[in-house]
């Protein structure tokens, strides 16, 4: 059952490219900004904490709820990314963090439960002090079974890739999360990277008003009526008319359909890890140095000359 607005379950996602020198970029976080809705993004996202400090007025940054993206495999790792995503987007709490598919492991590849047991009482510790509300993990559907490991209370909710109609969860920890009552935090709402799979029997080469209305209503009603009331939903878009017609759709009462869902052993396309403990903390340390960032405007800047010209 489903008995508040859509709209109190989406969340802006910032994991692509946000330029500060795009005035429609700067609308579309203003404008998620001013109807309160949550945002997932991360430090591992290019520009994604330069541009939100940059666009969002100090005065306003600790009101809002941030969902943030930081790697649990091993405690001092952790305890770094948090700090670092503090002083990042300029805030002093975030509404959750969301741990990627990796936990702290033995040689074994059994969980070393004394290392998370480090995380774990930090985060409480954090909770405590107000620092964050909630604790994500994205699940490894490869190791996890969450029905027979003792981690699982340890959480307030769990991430995954999901779209019409796919989920890239195993049925039984789908069926497991939902009966007890944890929280979905689905990720590529829009279909995310597989877009041109998922959207082309509604888009196509058409991107007219109807068009995107349709695809966006199905999104709508696919998460709502797959994954209830306690969850939600993470999307992007930097164009400003999808992003107002998305929250205008969003904010209609949600409509009530049997969904047929694929979960994971029936999904078509499984969306890759693009990272590896292995290179992570180089990666990170690329991927947040000035000097990345600066090439990535320059690109930018090059492709809009060669473009006028």
Same mark, same amino acid.
């Given at each position: 059952?489903?008995?508040?607005?859509?709209?109190?379950? @989406?969340?802006?996602?910032?994991?692509?490219?946000?330029?500060?020198?795009?005035?429609? /970029? &700067?609308?579309?976080?203003?404008?998620?900004?001013?109807?309160?809705?949550?945002? /997932?993004?991360?430090?591992?996202?290019? #520009?994604?904490?330069? =541009?939100?400090?940059?666009?969002?007025?100090?005065?306003?940054?600790?009101?809002?709820?941030?969902?943030?993206?930081?790697?649990?495999?091993?405690?001092?790792?952790?305890?770094?990314?948090?700090?670092?995503?503090?002083?990042?987007?300029?805030? &002093?709490?975030?509404?959750?963090?969301?741990?990627?598919?990796?936990?702290?492991?033995?040689?074994?590849?059994?969980?070393?439960?004394?290392?998370?047991? $480090?995380?774990?009482?930090?985060?409480?510790?954090?909770? $405590?002090?107000?620092?964050?509300?909630?604790?994500?993990?994205?699940?490894?559907?490869?190791?996890?079974?969450?029905?027979?490991?003792?981690?699982?209370?340890? =959480?307030?909710?769990?991430?995954?890739?999901?779209?019409?109609?796919?989920?890239?969860?195993?049925?039984?920890?789908?069926?497991?999360?939902?009966?007890?009552?944890?929280? @979905?935090?689905?990720?590529? =709402?829009?279909? #995310?990277?597989?877009?041109?799979? @998922?959207?082309?029997?509604?888009?196509?080469?058409?991107?007219?008003?109807?068009?995107?209305?349709?695809?966006?209503?199905?999104?709508?009603?696919?998460?709502?009526?797959?994954?209830?009331?306690?969850? =939600?939903?993470?999307?992007?878009?930097?164009?400003?008319?999808?992003?107002?017609?998305?929250?205008?759709?969003?904010?209609?009462?949600?409509?009530?359909?049997?969904?047929?869902?694929?979960?994971?052993?029936?999904?078509?396309?499984?969306?890759?890890?693009?990272?590896?403990?292995?290179?992570?903390?180089?990666?990170?340390?690329?991927?947040? #140095?000035?000097?990345?960032?600066?090439?990535?405007?320059?690109?930018?800047?090059?492709?809009?000359?060669?473009?006028?010209?």
């Amino acid at each position: 059952m489903y008995f508040k607005k859509p709209i109190n379950s @989406f969340v802006y996602g910032m994991g692509s490219f946000f330029n500060i020198f795009n005035a429609e /970029h &700067k609308k579309c976080l203003n404008e998620v900004i001013k109807n309160k809705i949550k945002i /997932h993004s991360s430090i591992y996202y290019p #520009g994604s904490a330069f =541009f939100f400090r940059n666009v969002v007025p100090e005065n306003v940054r600790n009101n809002v709820n941030l969902i943030i993206k930081v790697s649990g495999y091993n405690y001092d790792q952790f305890r770094y990314e948090l700090d670092q995503s503090l002083n990042s987007f300029k805030t &002093k709490k975030f509404y959750g963090i969301q741990f990627w598919d990796e936990l702290p492991l033995l040689k074994e590849n059994n969980i070393d439960y004394s290392e998370l047991e $480090k995380i774990l009482n930090h985060v409480d510790e954090l909770k $405590k002090n107000h620092i964050i509300q909630k604790l994500f993990l994205q699940i490894n559907n490869k190791k996890m079974r969450l029905k027979k490991d003792k981690i699982f209370n340890s =959480f307030d909710g769990f991430a995954f890739n999901a779209y019409p109609n796919e989920a890239q969860i195993d049925e039984e920890n789908f069926r497991y999360i939902s009966k007890n009552n944890k929280i @979905f935090l689905q990720l590529q =709402f829009f279909g #995310g990277r597989y877009k041109s799979n @998922f959207r082309k029997n509604y888009l196509e080469k058409d991107s007219s008003k109807i068009k995107q209305e349709n695809w966006i209503n199905k999104c709508i009603e696919y998460s709502i009526n797959t994954f209830g009331e306690n969850s =939600f939903f993470v999307g992007s878009t930097r164009n400003l008319n999808r992003l107002k017609l998305t929250l205008e759709l969003l904010n209609n009462d949600p409509k009530k359909k049997n969904q047929n869902t694929r979960f994971l052993k029936d999904c078509y396309l499984i969306a890759p890890r693009d990272y590896s403990i292995e290179t992570h903390k180089d990666d990170l340390a690329k991927l947040t #140095g000035s000097f990345y960032l600066i090439k990535q405007y320059l690109a930018r800047l090059i492709k809009k000359i060669l473009f006028l010209r």
